[in-house]
């Protein structure tokens, strides 16, 4: 455990079966120095425990990134439930996952995810408390990721090309769900030209009719001659394969973990395309959480969540006078803002 290549010094991992329920669990706490660790619940037929495992120390550390770099008073931490919820999920499994929940005693808490849906929380909520989407606001259908991610293209749009707008903006979006289709209808209310791909045909479909949008097949995304690429489907499509094929001059999007290695971020600097940090721009989600509790107005939410671009803005300054790339800014400030606070614990 402690050689895990994705082991990030997380301060607990829990690993937990119920045979009672069927429930195969991991909850991974990686960080509570800024405050509790919060993060979603992903229920997925994973391969293995491996591949659970990796999944949830990967995505545990970014949800401390995302908080981080947001000056929010959370930590982060994630939880993944091996099994297909389609066929496994049952009220006696998700009463376990919340009393694992509640043992930590609110060190980590739950949200929804792939595979957990609010009403999940809702049935855990009678384990524990430390659930997300405990207020009115958490049942408004915001695409808060989608609106964080435009911010933050807006603000790179401005600082790269000299944008004041985003219209007539080039841009290829990958993955068109929750993510990705918001975010479509967003850009495409600024008079964005858009370009997308999915392997769900219907859903480009979707997107031909409802925003002018022009399909392509999912491999060929890459090279299109746009102003940004913006990543909605996967992790790791920013690597040696793909980089060199791309045509985007900016890279901005929702997707958890698009680089395949920190050393792509170099990679993608070595070309002159600038990357908007992945949990930068996808932290809508942990904004919304954390607003939530102060004022759950759809206004203030969004407004919130607006913040990314300020943030984005920031950052690329910096970069452009320090000739340095945004991500090794940003992933420089988190840690200083976690050794800052961690120093400061009793
Ligand atoms: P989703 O499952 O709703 O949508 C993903 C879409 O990508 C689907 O339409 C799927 O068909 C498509 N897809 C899958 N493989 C593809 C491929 N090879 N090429 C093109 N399209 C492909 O997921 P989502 O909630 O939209 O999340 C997308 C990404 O954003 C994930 O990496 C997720 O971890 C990340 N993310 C999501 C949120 C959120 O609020 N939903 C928040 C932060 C980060």
Redesign the pocket.
């Known amino acids: 455990m402690f050689d895990h290549p994705e082991f990030d010094g997380h301060e607990t991992v829990v690993f937990s079966r119920d045979a009672a329920s069927g429930l195969t669990a991991i909850i991974a706490v990686h960080s509570t120095v800024l405050g509790p660790a919060f993060g ?1 619940c992903r229920f997925w037929p994973y391969e293995d425990e491996g591949a659970a495992l990796t999944d949830v120390l990967r ?1 545990s550390r ?1 949800m401390t990134y ?1 908080a981080a770099i947001c000056e929010l008073p959370l930590g982060g931490g994630k939880s993944v439930i091996m099994g297909e919820p389609g066929r496994d999920k049952t009220p006696a499994l998700l009463h376990a996952m919340g009393r694992l929940v509640e043992g930590l005693g609110g060190r980590y808490i739950i949200a929804d ?2 595979g957990t849906s609010l009403d999940d929380l809702a049935v855990m909520r009678a384990e524990t408390s430390h659930t997300a989407a405990t207020t009115a606001a958490a049942a408004q259908p915001l ?4 609106f964080g991610v435009l911010a933050a293209m807006e603000a790179a749009a401005s600082s790269v090309l000299g944008r004041g707008d985003l219209a007539g903006l080039r841009v290829a979006v ?8 918001p975010l479509c209808e967003y850009l495409h209310a600024r008079g964005a030209e858009l370009t997308v ?4 045909a219907e ?1 480009t479909a979707g997107a031909e009719k409802d925003f002018a949008a022009t399909a392509v097949a ?2 060929a ?1 890459y090279e299109q001659e746009v102003d940004v690429f913006a ?5 790791a ?1 920013l690597n040696d394969k793909t980089i060199p094929r791309l045509g985007a001059k900016i890279v901005c ?6 680089l395949l290695s920190p050393s792509h971020d170099l990679a993608l600097a070595a070309r002159g395309i600038t990357y908007i940090p ?1 949990y930068l721009a ?4 942990v904004i919304d959480f954390h607003q939530e509790s102060i004022d759950d107005s759809p206004a203030a939410v969004l407004n919130a969540v607006t913040r990314i671009g300020a943030i984005t803005a920031d950052y690329l300054a910096r970069a452009a006078a320090s000739n340095e790339t945004v991500l090794s800014l940003t992933d420089s400030q988190v840690r200083q803002r976690l050794a800052d606070c961690g120093a400061k614990s009793p």
């Open positions: 979603g995505l970014g995302k995810d792939i695409a808060v990721t989608a990958q993955g068109l769900g929750n993510v990705g289709q791909c999915d392997i769900d859903r999912p491999d995304i990543p909605c489907a996967l992790g499509v999007g929702g997707a958890n973990n698009q992945d996808n932290a809508g989600g």
